[in-house]
Nanobody, 124 residues
Framework: QVQLVESGGGSVQPGGSLRLSCAAS????????MGWFRKAPGKEREGISC????????DYINSVKGRFTISRDNAKNMVWLQMNSLKPEDTAVYYC?????????????????WGQGTQVTVSS
């Protein structure tokens, strides 16, 4: 069965770093675009980054560009999100997701499989 399991969340002070991991199983990772999303209290789920299935092309929303880095290792069935210079507004539950479609997107509705999420809290 398809599973995406996130880990690496936690509490960190502003300016700190976290590395989120997403372990995939039950499907062929290298056929899927992978994305990271987040949902803050009272806000809609927001796509923040995605990475193509084969050539490693990446995309980010403006608010995380230069601070976050998405990466993947298809052989290990793993996806990561390195988050640096964290800000209080980055506080949210972070999800990884997989999309079987050919195009890259940060639109939640285009993704087929979702993890359960990991909490990230940025506070002094």
């Amino acid at each position: 069965q398809v599973q995406l399991v996130e880990s690496g969340g936690g509490s960190v002070q502003p300016g700190g770093s976290l590395r989120l991991s997403c372990a995939a199983s039950g499907f062929t990772l290298n056929d899927h675009v992978m994305g990271w999303f987040r949902k803050a209290p009272g806000k809609e789920r927001e796509g923040i980054s995605c990475i193509s299935s084969k050539d490693g092309t990446t995309d980010y929303i403006n608010s995380v560009k230069g601070r976050f880095t998405i990466s993947r290792d298809n052989a290990k069935n793993m996806v990561w999100l390195q988050m640096n210079s964290l800000k209080p507004e980055d506080t949210a539950v972070y999800y990884c997701a997989a999309a079987a479609g050919p195009g890259m997107s940060t639109i939640p509705g285009t993704y087929d499989y979702w993890g359960q999420g990991t909490q990230v809290t940025v506070s002094s």
